[in-house]
T-cell receptor, first 109, second 114 residues
Framework: AQRVTQPEKLLSVFKGAPVELKCNYSYSGSPELFWYVQYSRQRLQLLLRHISRESIKGFTADLNKGETSFHLKKPFAQEEDSAMYYCALSSGGYQKVTFGTGTKLQVIP | GAGVSQSPSNKVTEKGKDVELRCDPISGHTALYWYRQSLGQGLEFLIYFQGNSAPDKSGLPSDRFSAERTGGSVSTLTIQRTQQEDSAVYLC????????????FGQGTRLTVV
């Protein structure tokens, strides 16, 4: 069975400090990993996917198959980054996407 | 519309009443998900549809909760004999259910049981 773990419910950092939101997964095959974000009063939306290897809003995430992790990082946090972040895993084909329980990021001015 | 649409946006109901929540997914999306988001909490998976069938309904919290999907499109989540602990935002999402495809979320239905 596939599983996504986000160990922190809340992460508070000061503006300008580095951010790392942790995500670990369990899946025996080759998963697709995603990060989703929900800003206040907005819909949940895709932030980035590992297959794209892109940086969105300064965020990056590297898939580490050895550690089964997909941590989300940003070198300098901004106040507008305050939101709820969800890590998600897709095993492909017609299997469902599994979401973690989310981490609330609070950037302190 | 182009996105996932949920109705109603808000629903206030009395304890013990039944409620129906509706989700219109993006046209052509075969996968549909229902989640629950309680105040200050993360996503709680409820049920997953692939077409009209539900291969995973493991997240439904009790037999008061049921969901169906017809025509591979619209889905309805029904909560019978609502309780105060059912108060939450109910989110629906849909996707093409192919490798690496994005899940698109609706705006949610905020259910308040009084």
């Amino acid at each position: 069975a596939q599983r996504v773990t986000q160990p922190e419910k809340l992460l508070s950092v000061f503006k300008g400090a580095p951010v790392e939101l942790k995500c670990n997964y369990s899946y025996s095959g080759s998963p697709e990993l995603f990060w989703y974000v929900q800003y206040s009063r907005q819909r949940l939306q895709l932030l980035l996917r590992h297959i794209s290897r892109e940086s969105i809003k300064g965020f990056t995430a590297d898939l580490n198959k050895g550690e089964t992790s997909f941590h989300l990082k940003k070198p300098f946090a901004q106040e507008e980054d305050s939101a709820m972040y969800y890590c998600a895993l897709s095993s492909g084909g017609y299997q469902k996407v599994t979401f973690g329980t989310g981490t609330k990021l609070q950037v302190i001015p | 519309g182009a996105g996932v649409s949920q109705s109603p946006s808000n629903k206030v109901t009395e304890k013990g009443k039944d409620v129906e929540l509706r989700c219109d997914p993006i046209s052509g999306h075969t996968a549909l998900y229902w989640y629950r988001q309680s105040l200050g909490q993360g996503l709680e998976f409820l049920i997953y549809f692939q077409g009209n069938s539900a291969p995973d309904k493991s997240g439904l919290p009790s037999d008061r909760f049921s969901a169906e999907r017809t025509g591979g499109s619209v889905s309805t989540l029904t909560i019978q004999r609502t309780q105060q602990e059912d108060s939450a935002v109910y989110l629906c999402a849909s996707s093409l259910a192919r490798d690496g495809t994005e899940a698109f979320f609706g705006q949610g239905t905020r259910l308040t049981v009084v």
